[in-house]
């Protein structure tokens, strides 16, 4: 059973930044993906950042455009968010997936992951 656990989320004025944290646990997770997506109110689930736990290649949605970074730590099994000049379009839940899917893709889709962690708010005022 795999358990994810979203940190580090609050309310920031926009062009500040945060750290969100997801803690996983259950399983090893070094041929999987992680991945970041975020949804606002009346909105769907989209991808912001993925990464493959072996290796470390990332992939970012167009809107991040050098603003967020996705690494992990892997004695940690924790992957983060840096998120910086954030805006207030950033707000939303911002939720960790894990894809088990073996390979080095990192999919963008949210049917692809298996697990999810119950979400962190981000609130980024004007």
């Known amino acids: 059973q795999v358990h994810l656990v979203e940190s580090g989320g609050g309310l920031v004025q926009a062009g500040g930044s945060l750290r969100l944290s997801c803690a996983a646990s259950?399983?090893?997770?070094?041929?999987?993906?992680m991945a970041w997506f975020r949804q606002a109110p009346g909105k769907e689930r989209e991808f912001v950042a993925g990464i493959r736990w072996s290796g470390g290649r990332t992939y970012y949605g167009d809107f991040v455009k050098g603003r967020f970074t996705i690494s992990r730590d892997n004695a940690k099994n924790t992957v983060y968010l840096q998120m910086n000049s954030l805006k207030p379009e950033d707000t939303a839940a911002y939720y960790c997936?894990?894809?088990?899917?073996?390979?080095?893709?990192?999919?963008?889709?949210?049917?692809?992951?298996?697990?999810w962690g119950q979400g962190t708010q981000v609130t980024v005022s004007s």
């Open positions: 997936g894990v894809d088990t899917r073996l390979g080095t893709v990192i999919s963008t889709s949210v049917h692809q992951y298996d697990y």
């Open positions: 259950g399983r090893t997770f070094s041929s999987y993906a």
